[in-house]
């Protein structure tokens, strides 16, 4: 898996691999803080890196593990 | 490094060739997790499928798996349990592949009470031929060959497998990941047939005649028809129609065949 788009802030660093996205939105749904859009090409984009929780929800609901929420220790 | 679901899975494969949002991969990944949590060796693991959209799955993990045929999943689960009774085997269906095409398989599994763990994801209707009905497929639901809704009744899977005499029934959907990999943990553990349904969504074949065309759609279909059985049992929920329970459904103890056989072996050895 080859992070393409990686995004720290201190809670949490999201991993998304663009390449197997396919752009179903379950993600975006499911974010409680509204971090993530779909972009121009419809896959996923990480919009605000601040307000990420890390609560592994898109990660979870995921059907192409496109993206992975890696907390920080 | 933390733990990566995609270690897993054989590298080369993915990205799978499901539709965008297909909830198999979520159950898949489900199916991972729950594997990372029971802690066993890759060389103890088999993992057996039949064929569907569902069945493919066994293709994506890197585990010794077996493509089976339409509807013989379990027979070859059961040949490979009985030739080696320490090899953890786990069955993955599809809702036709179990109920109708292995349906007879299914129950005498269950009847038998051997030794495996079956998840069978339940998308509602034949997603890789073009959305045939199955005999999931719920009332009056549209699919390709009932345009004008289903009239037959579906079969309650959970139900037909605990009438047969299987010893862990559960059911979880895409939406309840953590409920689905606690009840695929607790099957693998329990010492007999053990038998999970995994709720899945099919957005293209099935939702979009339902109106649910999206994925986020269907996922918000399963979060408001899935009721959880702890609530019904303490009387904080009730079934309303179109609802059904998610969690464990049933649960007993009976001897393992695997076990009675060797059983059998050994009184006849000893005359």
Not at chain 2, 230 to 248: H, M, N, T, W, Y
Request: one cysteine or more.
């Amino acid at each position: 898996m080859t992070p393409l788009q990686t995004e720290h802030n201190p809670k949490a660093s999201l991993d998304v691999n663009i390449k197997w996205c396919k752009g179903c939105n379950l993600c975006v749904t499911v974010c409680p803080k509204g971090v993530l859009s779909l972009d121009d090409l419809g896959k996923v984009s990480v919009d605000k890196p601040e307000e990420c929780i890390g609560c592994g929800l898109c990660e979870e609901t995921c059907p192409d593990y496109a993206i992975r929420v890696v907390k920080d220790a | 490094m933390p733990f990566n679901v995609t270690s897993y899975f054989r590298q080369e494969m993915l990205p799978h060739i499901w539709c965008p949002g297909c909830g198999n991969g979520i159950v898949l990944r489900d199916f991972a997790v729950a594997l990372e949590k029971l802690n066993y060796s890759r060389q103890e693991v088999v993992i057996v499928s039949g064929i569907g959209c569902s069945s493919r799955a066994a293709g994506y993990l890197d585990f010794d798996t077996v493509h089976t045929t339409h509807g013989r999943a379990l027979p070859f689960a059961t040949g490979i349990k009985f030739a080696n009774p320490g090899l953890k085997v786990f069955v993955i269906m599809g809702d036709g592949d179990a109920s109708s095409i292995g349906g007879n398989h299914l129950i005498h599994a269950c009847r038998r009470n051997i030794d495996l763990t079956a998840i069978i994801f339940n998308n509602h209707i034949y997603g890789m031929t073009g959305g045939q009905f199955s005999p999931m497929t719920p009332r009056d639901k549209k699919a390709t060959t009932a345009p004008y809704g289903m009239i037959e009744q579906s079969f309650d899977l959970c139900r037909l497998a605990e009438a047969a005499g299987a010893t862990y029934v559960g059911r979880a959907t895409t939406y309840h990941n953590q409920l689905l990999t606690r009840l695929i943990v607790e099957g693998a553990n329990n010492r007999g047939f053990s038998l999970i349904e995994a709720v899945t969504h099919c957005p293209t074949s099935y939702g979009r005649r339902n109106k649910m065309a999206t994925p986020t759609d269907m996922v918000r279909w399963q979060k408001e028809s899935a009721v959880l059985i702890d609530r019904i049992k303490e009387g904080r929920a009730s079934l309303q129609e179109g609802q059904f329970p998610v969690g464990l459904l049933h649960q007993h103890d009976a001897p393992e065949f695997t076990a009675e056989y060797l059983e059998v072996v050994k009184r006849a050895r000893e005359k």
